[in-house]
């Protein structure tokens, strides 16, 4: 049962290279984020979908851009990686909330540790 | 827009006592409040929801209570176990009304069970 799955779990990029993380859901999930873990700031949430083809801000989208082409894979794409982006990445998907009783847990990959020197 | 708060220092207790974790939120009430545990290095896993019309949530040694009035929210471990030694996360599901369907994070709170 591999749920959320994040590659590459490791990357060190120089200033101003571009690369793209992928996340893979095999739980059928239409919600999907990304989302930055710093010391003393918590989760934050770069960008989300709420279905295949669809993409939305979420509160620190810029230097980021996001694809879902297809509803199981979400990409974080850095096009020029600055050091203020070095973080802990976070993919997680979820159900939507069809009625009251819909469960919206979200479950979360492994984390994709960056470092941009 | 909808803060949260949890205490940002450790909590420090020893095996066998009740951990009580605090989850304070500004503006409107979520239509959910959940718990996540998060071990480091590893993502957040879900633990435990509540609706906002329920008072209290409970799971083996877990339990949660939700107090719409206060706009808190506390996690309860019952008889602590050095294995439940990790940060505690508790995250705000809007209302539909709110436009928004994305959960808010807090910043989390670090547990420190000493056998």
Known sequence: NAGVTQTPKFRVLKTGQSMTLLCAQDMNHEYMYWYRQDPGMGLRLIHYSVGEGTTAKGEVPDGYNVSRLKKQNFLLGLESAAPSQTSVYFCASSSPRAGYLENTEAFFGQGTRLTVV | ?115
């Open chain 2, 1 to 115: 827009s909808q803060k949260i708060e949890q205490n940002s220092e450790a909590l420090n207790i020893q095996e066998g006592k009740t951990a009580t974790l605090t989850c304070n939120y500004t503006n409107y009430s979520p239509a959910y409040l959940q718990w996540y545990r998060q071990d480091p290095g590893r993502g957040p896993v879900f633990l435990l929801l509540i609706r906002e019309n329920e008072k209290e949530k409970r799971k083996e040694r877990l339990k949660v209570t939700f107090d719409t009035t206060l706009k808190q929210s506390l996690f309860h471990i019952t008889a602590s176990q050095p294995a439940d030694s990790a940060t505690y996360l508790c995250a705000l599901d809007p209302p539909r009304w709110a436009g928004y369907s994305t959960l808010t994070f807090g910043k989390g709170t670090m547990l420190l069970v000493s056998p």
